[in-house]
């Protein structure tokens, strides 16, 4: 079973625009969740995370919203730039005891136009 | 090296036979992580290390796979009489510690991967 899903396997926006990539999960007990970053040909790079008792976290152009009722989160990035072309992972952690234990969905392919 | 270093990069077997993967992680980094990322998928829990220990491995698939840490540093992921499905790219990362946060969060520093073709 996919307990961390990402719907939309692809995105497209405009240059300076906003993109939303949303991510849906089934696991009450995960607490803490990331957003991953990967080029071609390269491992993926952390982006920004949530802890699970906060339902938002920004830092420069990205912010990541957290909504517990619904399992849902979605990172925002405002303006969008042609190098935030990109496959983006939301990932998921269950306790402190399994941090690096990262469950991941099946990723989005963001392409931003100039 | 700054980063996660994995070798090779590329790799193409024959359905049967033996392969290693190397990782060399992080100076001072103390938990190690491997990955598979299927076509399509995202990255897949394989085995985590706590120094020389396998403190879970739960995520790797049956008995052909097998992961070694023997001096706390560079690990080898061993995978035996490999089949078509093995075909993946094995990504692995490290971090200062299980748990470990930083001023963003329970980061893990990924390498570049090694692709692994079995035919």
Same mark, same amino acid.
């Given at each position: 079973d996919q307990q961390v899903k990402q719907n939309s396997p692809s995105l497209s926006v405009q240059e300076g625009r906003i993109s939303i990539l949303n991510c849906d999960y089934?696991?009450?007990?995960?607490d803490y969740f990331l957003w991953y970053k990967k080029y071609p040909a390269e491992g993926p790079t952390f982006l920004i995370s949530i802890s699970s008792i906060k339902d938002k976290n920004e830092d420069g152009r990205f912010t990541v919203f957290l909504n517990k009722s619904a399992k849902h989160l979605s990172l925002h990035i405002? *303006?969008?730039? *042609?190098?935030?072309s990109a496959v983006y992972f939301c990932a998921a952690s269950a306790g402190t005891s399994n941090t690096g234990k990262l469950i991941f969905g099946q990723g989005t392919t963001l392409q931003v136009k100039p | 090296g700054a980063g996660v270093s994995q070798t090779p990069s590329n790799k193409v077997t024959e359905k049967g036979k033996y392969v290693e993967l190397r990782c060399d992680p992080i100076s001072g980094h103390t938990a190690l992580y491997w990955y598979r990322q299927s076509l399509g998928q995202g990255p897949e829990f394989l085995i985590y290390f706590q120094? !020389?220990?396998?403190? %879970?491995? =739960?995520?790797?698939?049956?008995?052909?796979f097998f992961a070694v840490r023997p001096e706390g540093s560079v690990s080898t992921l061993k995978i035996q009489r !490999?089949?078509?499905? %093995? =075909?993946a790219v094995y990504l692995c990362a490290s971090s200062p510690s299980h748990g470990h946060y930083t001023g963003k969060g329970r980061e893990l520093f990924f390498g570049e991967g090694s692709r692994l073709t079995v035919l």
């Amino acid at each position: 079973d996919q307990q961390v899903k990402q719907n939309s396997p692809s995105l497209s926006v405009q240059e300076g625009r906003i993109s939303i990539l949303n991510c849906d999960y089934t696991n009450s007990m995960f607490d803490y969740f990331l957003w991953y970053k990967k080029y071609p040909a390269e491992g993926p790079t952390f982006l920004i995370s949530i802890s699970s008792i906060k339902d938002k976290n920004e830092d420069g152009r990205f912010t990541v919203f957290l909504n517990k009722s619904a399992k849902h989160l979605s990172l925002h990035i405002v *303006p969008s730039q *042609p190098g935030d072309s990109a496959v983006y992972f939301c990932a998921a952690s269950a306790g402190t005891s399994n941090t690096g234990k990262l469950i991941f969905g099946q990723g989005t392919t963001l392409q931003v136009k100039p | 090296g700054a980063g996660v270093s994995q070798t090779p990069s590329n790799k193409v077997t024959e359905k049967g036979k033996y392969v290693e993967l190397r990782c060399d992680p992080i100076s001072g980094h103390t938990a190690l992580y491997w990955y598979r990322q299927s076509l399509g998928q995202g990255p897949e829990f394989l085995i985590y290390f706590q120094g !020389t220990g396998a403190a %879970d491995d =739960s995520g790797l698939p049956n008995d052909r796979f097998f992961a070694v840490r023997p001096e706390g540093s560079v690990s080898t992921l061993k995978i035996q009489r !490999t089949e078509r499905g %093995d =075909s993946a790219v094995y990504l692995c990362a490290s971090s200062p510690s299980h748990g470990h946060y930083t001023g963003k969060g329970r980061e893990l520093f990924f390498g570049e991967g090694s692709r692994l073709t079995v035919l």
